[in-house]
């Protein structure tokens, strides 16, 4: 007697034979029984029986089920013992044939063969003229099944990686819900459109049940139940929130891995499931389940019997749900104080860093201005020390030029200047001197009061020692003027005599001495 899982060549249509072949040249396996039962398990399509081929562990059932004699040699030594006894029925009728000679022994062809060896085989040209031609032959026959295999090969394989390569969850999901949509409306319970792990991690995070349905297109209850998923009272019963419902059809690969998980028996199957979490690792917990439906009348019936076995487990596992939500809170509760602490945390050391930034800041500022008044003050008694050490040595050009013009008989001014602190001074100077040298008189009366008090300089006793100093340009702050008429003499380069000429002040003249800018109080 035949299982439901065994078979016969002569059993398979051409459409399934076709697929057999198919499958068998993609995968190169020589066991047709096996193959059979992979293309049956996936209701003979060629490219969900290559991929279930080649994902480890899925034929693993199979394998271990199916007989190690394969069923094409099996059937094939049938029809032989079947022929051979037809044969020596029909020989024996006809012949009176005795059935040793009906049947040869095993040792007949091993005789035959050393027969026909011995036997001296005799010259014939004919396989000298047609040796090239079966040569033509075989070569052409070689590539056209060599070109065919190719073709069928990359067709097939094309087709399978196609068919293999995952399409983004969340579409597959869509087309799921609007392929039942479209076979039974709208009104449905209310499915889950993310992966099983998504479900999963849903259901773990808001402390939910997790329901998983599972059916397959092949099975014959499958219209009813799914017709049940459309029924008021199952409704009613999984869209409250406490719910997650997953469902799927075994011939989607998450749906095939959940069946595998569960250890699904039956179709159709519904399980009840929660989540559970310890020592920071989820866990899956599968309260109840229903493999198969059994009896049922119609779907009203159907679906009260669902949400009846729905109720049953929730109401059992009430207060477990309850003290994880309660420990979900607390923990949830602990996580928001932490961050609100790290953020106040992390407010408090923002503002130290940004005070701590502008003390810096302050203290660099505080610093650079030190650092220049320092620089200004070091350049201003630079340019002071210039300024003094400038004064001597013109100081000192001048006591040389009034031995000079001792000595000589040159015509000679007579100037009264008034200064800056309100004395006056009468001075002489030579009708060949010019405006400069009243400007140096006036800037080096101090050096002339200070020299003849001591009678030394700071760079020496000796005045003519004192030298000029280099790169030194000196800025007068002040400017000689007549205040009858009144005329200010800026041209420092020009000639004394010509000057005051020109403005009938030779050859006495009283000049003012007037600062170009206020003095600072």
Request: net charge negative; glycine share 4%.
């Amino acid at each position: 007697m035949q299982g439901p899982d065994s078979f016969a060549l002569d059993e398979l249509t051409d459409a399934q034979k076709q697929c057999l072949e198919s499958f068998c040249q993609v995968t190169k396996e020589e066991n047709v029984q096996l193959a059979v039962r992979v293309l049956r398990s996936r209701q003979w399509r060629v490219e969900q029986a290559v991929e279930m081929y080649y994902e480890p562990g899925l034929i693993s059932p199979l394998a271990a089920a199916t007989v190690e004699e394969p069923v094409g040699s099996s059937q094939l030594r049938r029809r032989q013992t079947a022929a051979q006894s037809s044969g020596g029925s029909s020989s024996s009728g006809g012949g009176g044939g005795s059935r040793s000679e009906a049947q040869p022994s095993p040792e007949e062809p091993e005789q035959e063969h050393k027969a026909v060896s011995s036997q001296k085989p005799q010259f014939s040209l004919m396989p000298l003229l047609s040796w090239p031609i079966l040569l033509l032959v075989h070569l052409a026959t070689t590539m056209i099944n060599v070109v065919l295999q190719l073709v069928g090969r990359q067709r097939i394989t094309t087709s399978a990686a196609r068919t293999s390569r995952p399409a983004p969850y969340s579409s597959d999901r869509s087309q799921f819900v609007r392929e039942f949509e479209s076979a039974y409306g709208t009104v449905h319970v209310p499915f889950y459109t993310g992966t099983l792990a998504e479900a999963q991690e849903t259901a773990r995070r808001e402390t939910k049940y997790l329901v998983v349905m599972l059916w397959s297109s092949e099975h014959d209850d499958t219209p009813l139940f799914e017709h049940a998923l459309t029924q008021p009272a199952l409704v009613q019963c999984l869209s409250r929130s406490q719910f997650v419902v997953w469902a799927g059809d075994v011939a989607s690969p998450d749906a095939f891995k959940a069946a595998e998980s569960l250890s699904v028996c039956a179709f159709p199957f519904m399980g009840i499931v929660f989540m559970q979490q310890a020592a920071g690792r989820s866990g899956m917990q599968l309260l109840a389940r229903m493999d198969g439906l059994g009896s049922s009348a119609n779907a009203q019936h159907l679906a009260s019997m669902l949400a009846r076995f729905v109720e049953r487990p929730v109401g059992r596992h009430a207060q477990t749900l309850h003290a994880t939500r309660r420990e979900q809170q607390e923990r949830e509760s602990a996580r928001r104080l932490r961050e609100q602490q790290n953020a106040a945390y992390e407010r408090s050391l923002a503002l130290d860093q940004e005070r701590e930034r502008a003390r810096r800041e302050q203290e660099e500022r505080e610093r650079r201005e030190q650092e220049e008044a320092e620089a200004l003050l070091r350049e201003e008694q630079r340019r002071k020390e210039l300024c003094r050490r400038w004064r001597w040595a013109k100081f000192a050009e001048q006591q040389q030029q009034q031995q000079q013009q001792d000595n000589t008989e040159d015509l000679v001014t007579t100037l009264s200047l008034r200064l800056e602190n309100g004395s006056r001074v009468v001075c002489k100077f030579a009708a060949s001197a010019t405006l400069q040298q009243v400007f140096d008189f006036v800037e080096t009366r101090d050096i002339a009061d200070e020299w003849a008090q001591t009678q030394t300089t700071p760079y020496g006793a000796d005045l003519s020692k004192t030298s000029m100093p280099k790169d030194y340009e000196h800025t007068y702050e002040f400017a000689l003027v007549s205040q009858f008429p009144r005329v200010v003499f800026e041209d420092r380069s020009a000639n004394l005599k010509d000057a005051l000429a020109a403005s009938g002040l030779w050859p006495s003249a009283a000049l003012i001495v007037e600062p170009l800018f206020e003095p600072e109080d």
